[in-house]
């Protein structure tokens, strides 16, 4: 995966009322992202990740406060004890691995090559030297650049952003020639920028994302996301989940999700919750 510097702490008043004395994690995140993480018109912070922790919290017992980190602070910010958890579609590496221990995957993806739509360009020509390629900093899209392209004497310029969506505003302003990043942000994209932006090429990468905590898992965090995610598959959750924040709109899905969240945060019934996201989705599609 894939960042945007400025602590934006997700109050527990405004996001829903915790047991006092509850145990309670730290959620780091780069809300920058969608459909994974991101901030609505409203200035609430929703995304298939952020609703999976809040979900996972509920039934497991204990509460959350997300934060909004910079991308690659999120590891760092882990390591040192700051953040508990790291939800903010991470692609399990083996480098990452050596310093925070994950959950198990939750999502499969690949890369893509994002253009203009009048460019011209195709999964060749986007790519050769000369051209400027932009990816946000400490991603898998801005390692597979460096390794593949870079490192193999293909002379393009890699152009590093704090987040996603500012590679993006410079490439629909002409001042890249493409984006790498992984496939559903970039169907967002283009989704979002309608007959500006173009899909030309998938990398299969074949990235794999998981949940993070620190090294050796001090406070016995992933057992209770495991059981959390689970859960949420026996039940049908996850699937409602992945059908309202894939493949819509990203103003249906904030409509739906403020139609929906007290369900979440108020009456505490996760299944019940993703079962009306799905279904206020659909309504608002057609």
């Not at 020509?125 to 898998?140: D, E, F, N, Y």
């Not at 002409?174 to 992984?182: K, T």
């Not at 406070?219 to 959750?237: C, D, F, H, S, V």
Request: glycine share 10%; net charge negative; charged share 20%.
């Amino acid at each position: 995966m894939r960042s945007k510097v400025g602590c934006i702490v997700l109050a527990a008043l405004a996001l829903g009322v915790f047991g006092i004395g509850a145990e309670k994690f730290i959620v780091g995140t780069d809300a920058t992202w969608p459909p994974f993480e991101w901030v609505s018109a409203k200035g609430h912070m929703l995304g298939f990740d952020l609703d999976v922790m809040r979900m996972i919290a509920i039934l497991e017992g204990y509460e959350i406060e997300i934060q909004n980190l910079a991308f690659d602070a999120i590891i760092p910010a882990v390591t040192l004890g700051k953040v508990d958890i790291g939800a903010s579609g991470f692609t399990i590496t083996e480098e990452r691995a050596q310093v925070v221990d994950f959950s198990s995957p939750y999502w499969t993806s690949d890369q893509t090559i994002l253009v203009r739509a009048d460019s011209g360009l195709n999964v060749i020509t986007a790519l050769m030297p000369g051209r400027k390629v932009g990816a946000q900093r400490g991603t898998t899209g801005a390692m597979w650049i460096e390794d593949n392209l870079i490192a193999k004497g293909v002379a393009v310029e890699l152009v590093l952003y704090e987040t996603y969506p500012e590679a993006i505003m410079d490439l629909l302003a002409g001042r890249l020639d493409a984006v790498i990043q992984d496939q559903a942000p970039s169907e967002q994209a283009v989704r979002q920028y309608a007959g500006q932006l173009l899909i030309v090429g998938i990398i299969k990468t074949y990235e794999e994302f998981g949940f993070l905590v620190a090294k050796g898992d001090p406070k016995g965090i992933l057992p209770r996301i495991e059981r959390g995610m689970k859960k949420l598959k026996e039940t049908g959750a996850w699937d409602n989940l992945v059908a309202a924040y894939f493949g819509n709109p990203l103003e249906i899905i904030e409509a739906a999700w403020e139609a929906c969240i007290d369900i979440l945060l108020v009456q505490k019934d996760p299944v019940a919750y993703a079962a009306c996201l799905a279904q206020k989705v659909q309504e608002l599609s057609k």
